[in-house]
C-alpha cells in the first residue's frame, strides 16, 4: 500500500475530498502516516520540516537496486560474518549533519520527472546530494545477517540510503529489510488509527481526530475577540491581547475552532499567514 492509497482510503471512508499526507512512506514500510483533513490541508506548510524516527532492519550480504527489500540483487551476494560492535563502529559516521545521496528510485524530480520512472526506463539519474540531519542512529542488535536499528532524521533523509552505505563500508553490501516509522514530528505511534478501526467508526470519525488545540504545539494558542476574528477571517491585521512573545500565534474563536495561523507585526498587532475560516 502506497501513501496515496492510503488518501484514497481515508477519503473514501470520511467522504471528504481534500486529504493529503504529511511525508511519503515507501510501499514496505509501516507507522506513522499523519493526515491533514479539510481545511487543515492549509497547515501542511507548518510541518514540512519536522524529524522522523524510525525503527528497522538492514540485512547485510548484497545490495539491491533501490536500496531495499523490494529491489533486485546487485553487485556479489557474500555471506557476512558481522559482529554487533563491528556494525556499531561502522555506523559512527551516521551521525550528526552529513551529505546523503538519495536513491535512484525514489520520488526525487529531475527536470520535473520523478527519478524513479527514469530509472525504471534504463536513463540515466543524476541526484545531488543533500545535507541532512541525523539525531540518532543505534544499532540494537546484530542476528546473523541483520542488524536491527534505531534512527530519528530530518525531513528528506533517506533510510535506505544510510543502509545502502552502511553496507558499502563494511564492504558486503546491505539494504532496508523492514522499516516503521514511530514518530512523524509531534505525532506519535500511539495516537495512530488503523485503517480499518478508522473506517468502523463511522459516522462519527471525528472522534479520531486530534484536538486542534494540540496541532503546532511550538505557537502558542490564543481566543480572538469578534473584532480581531472578523478582521482575520477577510486576511486583514487585528490586534489580539496576547502578553506572549511568540512570533506567531494560533487563533481559536472558542476552544475548537482554529480560525487562522497569524505573526506578529509589533506590539498586539497581528498579519494572518493562514486563515481557515
Known amino acids: 500500500m502506497t501513501s496515496h492509497d492510503v488518501v484514497s482510503r481515508v477519503r473514501r471512508i470520511t467522504g471528504e475530498q481534500a486529504v493529503g499526507h504529511l511525508g511519503t512512506l515507501d510501499p514496505m514500510a509501516t507507522g506513522v502516516l499523519p493526515l491533514l483533513l479539510g481545511k ?10 519536522a524529524d522522523k524516527t524510525y525503527t528497522g ?7 539491491t537496486d ?24 561502522a555506523a559512527l559516521p551516521f551521525h550528526g549533519e552529513i551529505e546523503q545521496m538519495p536513491p535512484a528510485y525514489s520520488a526525487k524530480k529531475i527536470g520535473g520527472k520523478p527519478a524513479y520512472k527514469l530509472a525504471r526506463e534504463g536513463k540515466p539519474v543524476e541526484l ?18 541483520t542488524a536491527s536499528f534505531t534512527m530519528t532524521v530530518s525531513a528528506g533523509g533517506y533510510v535506505r540510503s544510510v543502509a545502502h ?4 563500508a563494511l564492504g558486503c553490501g546491505a539494504h532496508l529489510s523492514s522499516l516503521r516509522r514511530t514518530q512523524a514530528g509531534v505525532f506519535t505511534l500511539e495516537q ?15 472522534q479520531a481526530m486530534l484536538h486542534p488545540r494540540t496541532l503546532l504545539p511550538e505557537i502558542p494558542p490564543v481566543t480572538g475577540d469578534t473584532v480581531a476574528l ?23 474563536a472558542g476552544q475548537r475552532e ?20
Open 128 to 145: 545531488k546530494t543533500k545535507t541532512i540531519q541525523i539525531h540518532k542512529f543505534s544499532i540494537d542488535a546484530v542476528d546473523g545477517d
Open 192 to 206: 495512530a488509527w488503523k485503517l480499518e478501526s478508522l473506517a468502523e467508526l463511522q459516522p462519527t470519525v471525528e
Open 40 to 49: 487543515y490541508t492549509r497547515l501542511a506548510q507548518f510541518f514540512s520540516t
Open 165 to 168: 552505505e552502511l553496507g558499502q
Open 230 to 252: 472578523g478582521k482575520l477571517r477577510n486576511g486583514a491585521q487585528a490586534n489580539l491581547t496576547d502578553f506572549s512573545s511568540a512570533e506567531m500565534v494560533k487563533v481559536f
Open 66 to 89: 533501490t536500496y531495499d527489500a523490494e529491489g533486485a540483487p546487485v553487485g556479489v551476494v557474500v555471506e557476512p560474518s558481522l559482529t554487533l560492535e563491528a556494525v556499531r563502529t
Open 258 to 277: 482554529l480560525v487562522a495561523i497569524a505573526r506578529r507585526i509589533a506590539g498586539t498587532l497581528f498579519q494572518p499567514m493562514v486563515v481557515l475560516g
Open 57 to 63: 532492519t538492514i540485512r547485510f550480504g548484497f545490495a
